[in-house]
């Protein structure tokens, strides 16, 4: 186990004292102010005039809604997407219910416009939030057939695009760049209010703070951790509150950042990714809360019930999620062994072929195995049309020497194209320049040392760990997110009987012991049969004591209505 201290220059000397360890904490996170973060306000929030074309934008819609012309909305294929279109659709239909509208889903894993879409052609309008920017080509040819383009995007620009109205943060002077698709469209509909003399914007914040949350934008800029604030605090859409519901134990009744990252926004995606035409469209029309019922026979029952559409969306959501667990553990078997047989953990990246893997999940799978080796992971598979040409994904992992894969996989100019985001992103390479690419890149960074490195906030002794501090960290827990990472300690000095650790769970792999006198509890969970400590603790019945260094997170463990301080170890050394 590897780790290294944040260094502050600001902050020196830490005690326990509330305001010094959370500026540490916040500071050591690149938030320059710690105390005005922690009391955003609206004033936080940058006008949507600073947009450009947004008026522009308005103007071409309401002039099609006066026309009652046809109007489209394309649905993007991810938790934003699907937020940013449920979000104008709805709004739309609130201020004109008679309005032309009608939404299309993608039906693969494509984004914007794409090859496998079809346009009707008496469509006059169409709206594309979340994706857009770059697909010249493709919005050339609608606007030739006379359709008006609006593209409410938050990606990278590419390539100049005259053919579409765009409303897009990173083409202008827009102060925040990371606003998500869903906060576009957010800033959309408030250009609308204005011109409409409405106030409905707002409804749909809770939804911009999925949609922020689930494209992982920057948390540290205060307008975007302003609306996903705003956003939490009033969740009012149907099907969001459904899988909450659906999650709760999960969550353990606490809806913050991490826990909608982690139970409800895997459940969107799952769906999107994995099922029917049917589950899809179901899942968009809950999130557009169009009421519905169904007939439903539980396992086991006779009696036909009514389900409505948002427990429905909700169950299946949570089956899909735990089929593509299941798909996924399948993945990783086989490209461990293929990782393995090829020796392809002494390359800088891991270079995998995923040939046998539903495609549905090489995203997935990949940054799995990115954590798992401590790598930048490539998963690439023949084209289906072109077996001298690969197509695939890429992950970086927590910790990466490299902060921006996507550019640095760019600069080896070994690629076609490399699409998304800075530490996940689709990939195209001819087959011919694959070995040439693993060898440039092990020839770029053969200096490069990725053992993976803990980052600790804070190195304490073990008798120095009490009920306050934990305490005081517990209280960030609903600030957590995306570069805004839970803080890790180093606790030294850990000694221990091995005869005071108990081993917990079905297959005794969890290990548990008392950490000082003021009875803090440390927990290890799933550490398998191989690991250190446990094996000590077999080998010498009678008892031995060990001397540890760890690093843990700590929080206040809630079991049964009663709150104790534990530290939870992410990894140790044995001193």
Same mark, same amino acid.
């Given at each position: 186990?590897?780790?290294?201290?944040i260094?502050?220059?600001?902050?020196k000397n830490?005690?326990?004292n509330?305001?010094?360890?959370?500026?540490?904490?916040?500071?050591n996170?690149?938030?320059?102010?710690?105390?005005?973060?922690?009391?955003l306000?609206?004033?936080?929030?940058?006008?949507y005039?600073?947009?450009?074309?947004?008026?522009?934008?308005?103007?071409c819609?309401?002039?099609?809604?006066?026309?009652?012309?046809?109007i489209?909305?394309?649905?993007?294929?991810?938790?934003?997407?699907?937020?940013?279109?449920?979000i104008?659709?709805?709004?739309?239909?609130e201020?004109k219910?008679?309005?032309?509208l009608?939404?299309?889903?993608?039906?693969?894993?494509?984004?914007?416009?794409?090859?496998k879409?079809?346009?009707p052609?008496?469509?006059?309008?169409?709206?594309?939030?979340?994706?857009?920017?770059?697909?010249?080509?493709?919005?050339?040819?609608?606007k030739?057939?006379?359709?008006?383009?609006?593209?409410?995007?938050?990606?990278?620009?590419?390539?100049?695009?005259n053919?579409a109205?765009?409303?897009?943060?990173l083409?202008?002077?827009?102060?925040?760049?990371?606003?998500?698709?869903?906060?576009?469209?957010?800033?959309?509909l408030?250009?609308?209010?204005?011109n409409?003399?409405?106030?409905?914007?707002?409804?749909?914040?809770?939804?911009?703070a999925?949609?922020?949350?689930?494209?992982s934008?920057?948390?540290?800029e205060?307008?975007?951790?302003?609306?996903v604030?705003?956003?939490?605090?009033?969740i009012?859409?149907?099907?969001?509150?459904?899988?909450?519901?659906?999650?709760?134990?999960?969550?353990?009744?606490?809806?913050?950042?991490?826990?909608?990252?982690?139970y409800?926004?895997p459940?969107?995606?799952a769906?999107i990714?994995?099922?029917?035409v049917?589950?899809?469209?179901n899942?968009?029309?809950?999130?557009?809360q169009?009421?519905?019922?169904?007939?439903?026979?539980k396992r086991g029952?006779?009696?036909?019930?009514?389900?409505?559409i948002?427990?429905?969306v909700?169950?299946?959501?949570?089956?899909l999620?735990?089929?593509?667990?299941?798909?996924?553990?399948?993945?990783?078997?086989?490209?461990n062994?293929?990782?393995?047989?090829?020796n392809?953990?002494?390359?800088?990246?891991?270079?995998?072929?995923?040939?046998e893997?539903?495609?549905n999940?090489?995203?997935?799978?990949a940054m799995?195995?990115?954590?798992?080796?401590s790598?930048?992971c490539?998963?690439?598979?023949?084209?289906? #049309?072109n077996?001298?040409?690969?197509t695939?994904s890429m992950?970086?992992?927590?910790?990466?020497?490299?902060? #921006?894969?996507?550019?640095?996989i760019? #600069?080896?100019?070994?690629?076609d194209?490399?699409?998304?985001?800075?530490f996940?992103?689709?990939?195209?390479?001819k087959?011919?320049?694959?070995?040439?690419?693993?060898?440039?890149?092990?020839?770029?960074?053969?200096?490069?040392d990725f053992d993976?490195?803990?980052?600790?906030?804070?190195?304490?002794?073990?008798?120095?760990?009490?009920?306050?501090?934990?305490?005081s960290?517990?209280?960030?827990?609903k600030m957590?997110?995306?570069n805004?990472e839970?803080?890790?300690?180093?606790?030294? #000095?850990?000694?221990i009987?091995?005869?005071d650790?108990?081993?917990?769970?079905?297959?005794?792999e969890?290990?548990?012991?008392?950490?000082n006198?003021d009875?803090?509890?440390c927990?290890?969970f799933k550490?398998?049969?191989?690991?250190?400590?446990?094996?000590i603790?077999?080998?010498?019945?009678?008892?031995?004591?060990?001397?540890?260094?760890?690093?843990?997170?700590?929080?206040?463990?809630?079991?049964n209505?009663?709150?104790?301080?534990q530290?939870?170890?992410l990894?140790?050394?044995?001193?």
């Amino acid at each position: 186990m590897k780790y290294k201290l944040i260094e502050n220059d600001k902050i020196k000397n830490i005690n326990f004292n509330d305001i010094n360890l959370i500026d540490k904490i916040l500071l050591n996170r690149g938030i320059k102010n710690p105390q005005h973060f922690l009391n955003l306000s609206n004033e936080d929030l940058n006008s949507y005039k600073l947009l450009s074309n947004i008026d522009i934008a308005v103007k071409c819609l309401l002039s099609h809604i006066e026309n009652n012309d046809k109007i489209l909305i394309l649905t993007d294929p991810d938790c934003d997407g699907q937020c940013s279109a449920s979000i104008l659709y709805q709004y739309l239909k609130e201020i004109k219910m008679d309005i032309n509208l009608n939404y299309i889903l993608q039906n693969g894993k494509e984004h914007g416009l794409n090859n496998k879409l079809k346009i009707p052609e008496d469509i006059k309008l169409l709206i594309i939030p979340d994706a857009g920017t770059n697909d010249f080509e493709k919005c050339k040819e609608l606007k030739d057939k006379g359709i008006d383009i609006i593209i409410l995007d938050h990606h990278e620009f590419n390539k100049q695009n005259n053919y579409a109205i765009i409303v897009n943060p990173l083409l202008d002077n827009y102060p925040n760049k990371q606003l998500s698709g869903g906060a576009v469209v957010f800033k959309f509909l408030q250009a609308l209010d204005e011109n409409l003399w409405e106030d409905k914007a707002n409804k749909y914040l809770d939804l911009v703070a999925l949609s922020i949350i689930g494209d992982s934008m920057d948390l540290r800029e205060p307008e975007t951790k302003r609306l996903v604030d705003l956003g939490l605090q009033n969740i009012n859409n149907k099907a969001f509150q459904a899988i909450i519901n659906k999650q709760n134990y999960s969550m353990n009744g606490n809806v913050t950042i991490q826990n909608v990252q982690f139970y409800v926004v895997p459940l969107l995606n799952a769906t999107i990714r994995s099922g029917e035409v049917e589950d899809k469209e179901n899942l968009f029309e809950a999130f557009c809360q169009i009421d519905k019922f169904f007939d439903y026979k539980k396992r086991g029952e006779i009696e036909i019930i009514q389900e409505d559409i948002y427990t429905r969306v909700a169950r299946i959501a949570t089956n899909l999620r735990a089929k593509q667990n299941r798909e996924i553990d399948k993945g990783l078997e086989i490209i461990n062994k293929d990782i393995e047989k090829y020796n392809r953990n002494n390359n800088k990246f891991l270079f995998a072929n995923a040939s046998e893997l539903d495609t549905n999940f090489i995203g997935l799978t990949a940054m799995k195995l990115a954590s798992q080796y401590s790598k930048p992971c490539i998963l690439i598979h023949p084209s289906k #049309n072109n077996p001298d040409y690969f197509t695939g994904s890429m992950r970086n992992f927590n910790g990466s020497p490299i902060e #921006n894969l996507k550019d640095f996989i760019t #600069n080896t100019k070994l690629f076609d194209f490399v699409q998304g985001h800075q530490f996940a992103a689709g990939l195209g390479i001819k087959k011919d320049n694959i070995k040439k690419a693993i060898d440039k890149i092990n020839e770029l960074l053969k200096d490069i040392d990725f053992d993976k490195i803990y980052k600790v906030d804070f190195i304490f002794n073990a008798d120095d760990i009490n009920l306050n501090f934990i305490a005081s960290v517990d209280k960030l827990k609903k600030m957590w997110g995306n570069n805004i990472e839970e803080p890790q300690i180093l606790i030294k #000095n850990i000694k221990i009987n091995t005869n005071d650790i108990e081993l917990m769970g079905k297959e005794q792999e969890t290990l548990k012991f008392t950490l000082n006198e003021d009875g803090i509890i440390c927990i290890m969970f799933k550490c398998g049969s191989n690991d250190s400590i446990i094996k000590i603790k077999e080998e010498e019945p009678l008892g031995k004591w060990i001397e540890l260094e760890a690093v843990v997170k700590v929080g206040m463990n809630v079991f049964n209505s009663i709150s104790s301080p534990q530290c939870t170890i992410l990894d140790y050394n044995i001193i």
